[in-house]
């Protein structure tokens, strides 16, 4: 179990940056798998990115790929996003997720995570 709070959305005109943090509390954060997820008014919430708790090893949705960065420090228990080059279609609230075993076999479904912050507001603004 883990506990996760969201922080650093705000409102950016196109082409902005963002960078959004994720604070973990409980133990054992290090063995975690964790992600970020979107999710806009009226849409399901998809998948954006996600890091491997070993080896370091990332993932990204094919809309995000080359623009968004993501990272952990495990001493700090805090994983961050890196939004670069933002889009209107951006628009969303954002996620950190905890993943469970499940991470594994498929990482972009929502029900391989077990543990959600509460989200934070990111508008794209033309």
């Known amino acids: 179990q883990v506990q996760l709070v969201e922080s650093g959305g705000g409102l950016v005109q196109t082409g902005g940056s963002l960078r959004l943090s994720c604070t973990a509390s409980g133990r054992t954060f290090s063995s975690y798998a964790m992600g970020w997820f979107r999710q806009a008014p009226g849409k399901e919430r998809e998948f954006a990115a996600a890091i491997h708790w070993s080896a370091g090893t990332t993932y990204y949705a094919d809309s995000v790929k080359g623009r968004f960065t993501i990272s952990r420090d495990n001493a700090k228990n805090m994983v961050y996003l890196q939004m670069n080059r933002l889009k209107p279609e951006d628009t969303a609230v954002y996620y950190c997720?905890?993943?469970?075993?499940?991470?594994?076999?498929?990482?972009?479904?929502?029900?391989?995570?077990?543990?959600w912050g509460q989200g934070t507001q990111v508008t794209v603004s033309s």
């Open positions: 997720a905890a993943g469970t075993q499940a991470f594994y076999y498929n990482f972009r479904a929502s029900h391989s995570y077990a543990s």
